[in-house]
């Protein structure tokens, strides 16, 4: 079964503080990957998408690629505490029409004052 | 970022009675939309896969005849939830996406709550 995992958290960091976000994939064939964030009940807004090895920068936002270890992370420099939320790493497993996405179930990001 | 729309955002019905969601890609051509419920503290699950013009492809233990799903136009399709029971009540969220890409952009999600 192809699977996405997170761990749920919470996830603790202080305002000012760089905050980590991990992911693993199951499936090696896998191209694409996403980060999406959930606010409490709100849908999921794309914060990151990455498809090469290596870092993609966006603002305060980094995601980290490594497909020889199926390893996704996203790194969120200055945390705000509006950055407090759920983020969603999303894989997409399968390629042309037939491609869907598939989730994890996300970490719960804190950011105290 | 693309926009997408999605009506109602909140539905409270009485069990039995049947739902319509609608799920519009504001400004782009969708050739795929897909449908998620999402249940509290869990991760979304998809539901189905529809491509406009084509039936729509469930994932395996969504019942089809209770979830019609209908995607007309490249821009606009619907989520039907008939006859609607209490064990139905969730968080509903379409995304869409376009031809060229395998971005996925949300709405805004339905709250469906069955008395």
């Known amino acids: 079964q192809k699977e996405v995992e997170q761990n749920s958290g919470p996830l603790s960091v202080p305002e000012g503080a760089i905050a980590s976000l991990n992911c693993t994939y199951s499936d090696r064939g896998s191209q694409s990957f996403f980060w999406y964030r959930q606010y409490s009940g709100k849908s999921p807004e794309l914060i990151m998408s990455?498809?090469?090895?290596g870092d993609k920068e966006d603002g305060r936002f980094t995601a980290q690629l490594n497909k020889a270890s199926q390893y996704v992370s996203l790194l969120i420099r200055d945390s705000q505490p509006s950055d407090s939320a759920t983020y969603l790493c999303?894989?997409?497993?399968?390629?042309?029409?037939?491609?869907?996405?598939?989730f994890g179930t996300g970490t719960r990001l804190q950011v105290t004052l | 970022g693309a926009v997408v729309s999605q009506h109602p955002s909140r539905v409270i019905c009485k069990s039995g009675t049947s739902v319509k969601i609608e799920c519009r890609s504001l400004d782009f051509q969708a050739t795929t939309m897909f449908w998620y419920r999402q249940f509290p503290k869990k991760s979304l699950m998809l539901m189905a896969t529809s491509n406009e013009g084509s039936k729509a492809t469930y994932e395996q233990g969504v019942e089809k005849d209770k979830f019609l799903i209908n995607h007309a136009s490249l821009t606009l399709s619907t989520l039907t939830v008939t006859s609607a029971h209490p064990e139905d009540s969730s968080f509903y969220i379409c995304?869409?996406?376009?031809?060229?890409?395998?971005?996925?952009?949300f709405g805004a999600g339905t709250r469906l709550s069955v008395l």
């Open positions: 995304s869409a996406r376009g031809q060229s890409t395998n971005i996925q952009y």
């Open positions: 999303a894989v997409n497993m399968d390629t042309g029409t037939a491609s869907k996405l598939t």
């Open positions: 990455i498809y090469s090895n």
